[in-house]
């Protein structure tokens, strides 16, 4: 055991992650009041390596995750660093959020350096346009202006995503596709520009459960391949069970409880990542135990005083300490933390 | 795609067919005939029509038969010889006067239509893009002042404009000394200086209209999730714009082509007669009033041809546009 954390801790040294947010803040200015969306998120992402973002709707997933590559609307406010040190010496050390959104730089680290993968296939394509005009689109912006060159890219990236019979295939638009082959169509999108991050927005949410375990099993694949690191966000613990090195657990814009997987599903630390493991089905569980949920709804982050978010609904919380300071980040190991007050050594917290 | 658009030829025959018995029975509805305001004329004018004069002027033109016949004959003389009639106010045959007014009455519709679409199509992609914007407020005031302001109105205050600034109301389409000389150049300037206000004032409310209708078209397009798609895949906001949102936002446009072509011919009727316009809308106007039935017809059945072609184009457009109607025919 010992050998093993040393082993890591090496590794850890020798790589660099390839992208480092930090203190990432969105806010977003509503009618009545500023909404913080996300606020203070932290976490790493190492070469080839999958981080896991798992959290509920509407808890800045997906805005943390698109706010990488800088591609949400102009009413989000966003602060912090988003670090990213591509293997390319001309995009190392890059910090992401300090470019123009708009402008060329991001540009081009958009789709050639990290792609994005999106929930709904069918509303991420344009149905104005075949599926293959739109692969592409990617290739010929990143990698080739040649025509004949970028149709024989994306033919083979269509053959790698287990697409068939792919001249006929690549002619065809969206709505002749079915809802697996799309998702299919938009990993190979993606993944034609030998991306070294991919960044997958609930990538299997909008598919059956069968054509999820192919596209999972796919993605898998072409990871080990190609060699890239993976964003994944999803609500889905199962998901990340099969998928992630590290989980981060996020709710109401900040990360409660960020592990690696194991650690994170044998020994959770956060009230939080506790009720959503006890809301997971099992196998051979009994069918008469209606499985646990977790009271209540998420509020919205508008105008929050210095409090813990999960207050309202947790089980554990100690009153007087919970809804009037703002909850540190505490180390558990040097891999695990969590942001709760029963893990700090001064429960009284600190002053925000 | 061929065979979609010689189906949909082949539908319109029948459509037009119904829609000429309809145009002629309605003509016809209206209590009294052409003799009988021709009389009211002649009796203004101090000479009386007896009866028998009536009778006999009746039987010359065929108006004593029953409707149905009348409508038999018309058709047939049109469907064989291409003759659609006479015309008793003109007192020539319904083609000559359809050809005296149907080139400059083209002429103003087309200009009114293009002037339209190049007008409101980037205004609306403009105001989408910069959504509650100084400028979007302007172009969305101007709209909304162009279809609420009556035609007639906007055709007097320009011509008064017109008239203090520039010394001339540019009544009719052409300055005097060119209505009846042969087509040069100088003709040509003169018509198009002549265009501007009818255009503006026929074409404004419906180009305030397609601003608006396009307008809300792109703002659902800029949100959606394939316009995401392609900015994370690296793309410029200039290509994103007009590749997916514009594109998109075109087909509800393309579809009501159709219409706006027969609307413009429709509602240029009081401009033209405000303006003095020598085009179809007085013509028609006259025709009615004075129960000229085959004037009339023929021009009620050119212009609902007109909306059934526009309509026709249309479909054929929205079908070469939109991917998905285009299997839907393939399946068949």
Not at chain 2, 208 to 215: E, G, K, P, S, T
């Amino acid at each position: 055991m010992t050998t093993q954390t040393a082993q890591a801790a090496q590794a850890a040294k020798d790589e660099r992650p390839l992208l480092s947010v930090q203190d990432l803040k969105i806010r977003i200015q509503m009618e009545n009041g500023v909404m913080h969306a996300v606020d203070g998120v932290d976490f790493e992402i190492k070469k080839g390596k999958t981080l896991g973002l798992v959290g509920e709707s509407g808890c800045g997933k997906s805005l943390t995750s698109r706010a990488i590559i800088g591609i949400n609307p102009k009413e989000c406010e966003t602060t912090g660093t988003i670090g990213y040190d591509s293997a390319d010496a001309a995009d190392s050390e890059l910090n992401l959020l300090s470019l123009d959104p708009k402008g060329k730089r991001i540009r081009s680290i958009r789709g050639r350096k990290i792609a994005m993968i999106f929930q709904e296939p069918m509303t991420a394509f344009s149905p104005m346009y075949t599926i293959g005009n739109q692969i592409m689109e990617a290739i010929r912006t990143h990698r080739t202006k040649n025509k004949k060159e970028a149709k024989k890219i994306a033919l083979e990236m269509l053959g790698k995503v287990g697409i068939s019979d792919q001249e006929k295939r690549f002619d065809q638009y969206p709505h002749e596709f079915s809802g697996g082959m799309r998702q299919r169509a938009m990993i190979s999108m993606a993944l034609s520009c030998n991306p070294e991050l991919l960044i997958a927005d609930e990538p299997t949410t909008a598919l059956d459960v069968t054509i999820q375990a192919q596209v999972l099993e796919l993605m898998q694949s072409l990871q080990r391949e190609f060699g890239m690191a993976i964003l994944l966000v999803t609500h889905d613990l199962g998901i990340i069970a099969e998928m992630c090195d590290e989980v981060a657990v996020m709710y109401l814009g900040k990360i409660v409880e960020q592990a690696p997987v194991k650690e994170l599903f044998y020994n959770p630390k956060h009230p939080y990542t506790k009720g959503l493991l006890k809301s997971m089905p099992r196998l051979g569980g009994e069918k008469s135990v209606r499985l646990d949920s977790i009271e209540g709804s998420v509020p919205m982050p508008i105008d929050m005083p210095p409090m813990c978010g999960f207050y309202e609904r947790c089980k554990d919380r100690i009153e007087g300490v919970c809804n009037v300071n703002a909850v540190p980040k505490t180390d558990i190991s040097d891999q695990h933390t969590v942001r709760c007050f029963l893990y700090t050594d001064r429960p009284e917290g600190e002053s925000p | 795609m061929l065979q979609y658009s010689i189906k949909r030829i082949l539908m319109a025959i029948p459509v037009v067919m119904f829609i000429s018995f309809i145009v002629f029975y309605i003509i016809q509805l209206p209590p009294g005939d052409y003799v009988s305001s021709y009389s009211a004329q002649m009796t203004a004018a101090g000479e009386v029509m007896t009866q028998a004069d009536m009778d006999q002027m009746r039987a010359n033109l065929g108006l004593d038969r029953p409707v149905y016949e009348q409508y038999a004959i018309w058709i047939k003389k049109i469907v064989f010889y291409g003759d659609f009639g006479y015309s008793f106010n003109y007192n020539k045959p319904v083609m000559d006067v359809v050809k005296q007014y149907m080139g400059l009455t083209l002429v103003v519709s087309l200009v009114t239509m293009a002037f339209q679409y190049i007008v409101a199509i980037p205004i609306g992609i403009y105001t989408a893009v910069k959504q509650y914007s100084a400028g979007d407020y302007f172009f969305s005031g101007i709209s909304f002042l162009g279809m609420a302001t009556p035609n007639f109105l906007l055709a007097i205050i320009l011509m008064y404009l017109s008239y203090t600034w520039f010394g001339d109301p540019l009544l009719g389409l052409f300055s005097s000394e060119y209505v009846n000389a042969p087509w040069s150049m100088a003709k040509m300037m003169d018509l198009l200086k002549h265009l501007v206000i009818p255009v503006i004032v026929i074409g404004l409310a419906s180009t305030a209209d397609l601003i608006r209708v396009m307008r809300g078209q792109m703002l659902d397009e800029l949100n959606k999730p394939n316009v995401i798609t392609a900015r994370s895949k690296g793309l410029s906001e200039t290509k994103i714009l007009f590749k997916y949102p514009t594109r998109a936002a075109l087909n509800p446009i393309v579809s009501t082509f159709g219409w706006s072509l027969s609307s413009i011919f429709t509602g240029s009727t009081i401009t033209a007669i405000v303006l003095n316009l020598p085009i179809q809308g007085p013509v028609m106007y006259k025709a009615l009033l004075g129960q000229d039935m085959y004037l009339a017809g023929s021009w009620l059945l050119f212009m609902s041809l007109l909306t059934v072609l526009g309509t026709l184009i249309s479909d054929i457009l929205l079908a070469w546009l939109d991917p998905k109607i285009r299997t839907e025919f393939r399946g068949n």
